[in-house]
């Protein structure tokens, strides 16, 4: 069964500051990797979608880099801006059942003026 | 472009009641999905169809049941509300036969038990 893991839970920085974001999964077997953006009480906004085939994804401030070998995925936010704290979320979804997508619990990412 | 749209935005059940979750999709896409998220905690896949008249239950079907009628609809049912039924429920969609495409999420229904 795949698990995903998001670590740290929450984290905290002052605005300007690039910061990383981790997700890890156990199987390899993937076939791509979706991180989302959720605001307080709202739903779910796609950033950035890799296939398994890719390494990396960028769109403005953010990057998302995959590495299937070592179960890894970040997502990096350049320059960081109070509007970006919010919930993120890395989804994983297998090649054996294009159905169903495995959630991290997420990290809370707060931005400090 | 309405997107994915959830009606209702909140409620409120006492133990035992039902009611029905609507979720409706204008993107005219085949894959859709329902999924619950508890306080603090990520997505759980509830149900899920790739198209109409094809459902699978996810990981935690119990308590709900779901119907796909047509491309744009997929409602999903709670016949006797239980306050462990207390959570946000999203409703996703995306394009695509094998694996393909972002999932487009509705903004949730927060449904409280009493």
């Known amino acids: 069964k795949q698990e995903v893991t998001q670590i740290p839970a929450a984290l905290s920085v002052p605005e300007g500051e690039n910061l990383v974001l981790n997700c890890s999964f156990t199987?390899?077997?993937?076939?791509?990797l979706q991180w989302f953006r959720q605001d307080p009480g709202k739903g779910l906004t796609s950033l950035l979608l890799i296939q398994s085939s890719q390494r990396e994804q960028t769109s403005g401030r953010l990057n998302a880099s995959l590495d299937k070998s070592s179960g890894r995925s970040t997502l990096y936010i350049a320059a960081s801006q109070p509007g970006d704290s919010a919930t993120y979320l890395c989804a994983v979804r297998p090649n054996t059942n294009a159905g169903k997508s495995t959630f991290g619990d997420g990290t809370t990412l707060t931005v400090k003026p | 472009n309405a997107g994915v749209t959830q009606t209702p935005k909140f409620r409120i059940l006492k133990i035992g009641q039902s009611m029905t979750l609507q979720c409706t999709q204008d993107m005219n896409h085949n894959y859709m999905y329902w999924y619950r998220q508890d306080p603090g905690m990520g997505l759980k896949l509830i149900y899920y169809s790739v198209g109409a008249g094809i459902t699978d239950k996810g990981e935690v079907p119990n308590g709900y049941n779901v119907s796909r009628s047509t491309t744009e609809d997929f409602p999903l049912r709670l016949e006797l509300a239980a306050p462990s039924q207390t959570s946000v429920y999203f409703c996703?969609?995306?394009?695509?036969?094998?694996?393909?495409?972002?999932?487009?999420f509705g903004p949730g229904t927060r449904l409280t038990v009493l």
């Open positions: 996703a969609s995306r394009l695509g036969q094998t694996g393909v495409g972002t999932q487009y």
């Open positions: 199987d390899s077997a993937i076939y791509n």
